[in-house]
C-alpha cells in the first residue's frame, strides 16, 4: 500500500514562505517522478511542479520563480519551498507519486494565504 504524507501547510500572511513535506512510502525511485498539485475552492486541481528521482524539474509556468521542488532520496520525501506567497495561492496542495500503473495522493494539506 503507497502512503504519501503531507505536512507543513496552514496560515500565512502575503510575501510569506511556507515549506511542505512528502514523505513517501518506499523508495522514491519506485516512482516515475513525484510532485505537487493544488486545487483552490471551485477550481480543478493543477500542477504546481514535479521531480524525477534523479532531480528534473517540471513546474506550472506562473510559479517558476517563487516555489521549488526538491527530494531527499535517503528520507523518500519531496519538498515544495513557497516563497511570496500570494492570497491566489491559498489551496489544498496535494502530494501525487506516479507509479508505473498508477497514480497516488496524499490527503492534502491546507495553503491559505492572508492578504
Known amino acids: 500500500q503507497v502512503q504519501l504524507v503531507e505536512s507543513g501547510g496552514g496560515l500565512v500572511q502575503a510575501g510569506g514562505s511556507l515549506r511542505l513535506s512528502c514523505v513517501a512510502s518506499?523508495?522514491?525511485?519506485?516512482?516515475?517522478?513525484m510532485g505537487w498539485y493544488r486545487q483552490a475552492r471551485g477550481k480543478q486541481r493543477e500542477l504546481v511542479a514535479a521531480?524525477?528521482?534523479?532531480?528534473?524539474?517540471n513546474y506550472a509556468d506562473s510559479l517558476k520563480g517563487r516555489f521549488t521542488i526538491s527530494r531527499d532520496s535517503a528520507k523518500s520525501t519531496v519538498y515544495l519551498q513557497m516563497n511570496s506567497l500570494k492570497f491566489e495561492d491559498t489551496a489544498v496542495y496535494y502530494c501525487?507519486?506516479?507509479?508505473?500503473?498508477?497514480?497516488?495522493w496524499g490527503q492534502g494539506t491546507q495553503v491559505t494565504v492572508s492578504s
Open positions: 501525487n507519486a506516479k507509479g508505473p500503473d498508477n497514480d497516488y
Open positions: 521531480i524525477t528521482p534523479f532531480g528534473r524539474t
Open positions: 518506499g523508495s522514491i525511485y519506485s516512482y516515475n517522478a
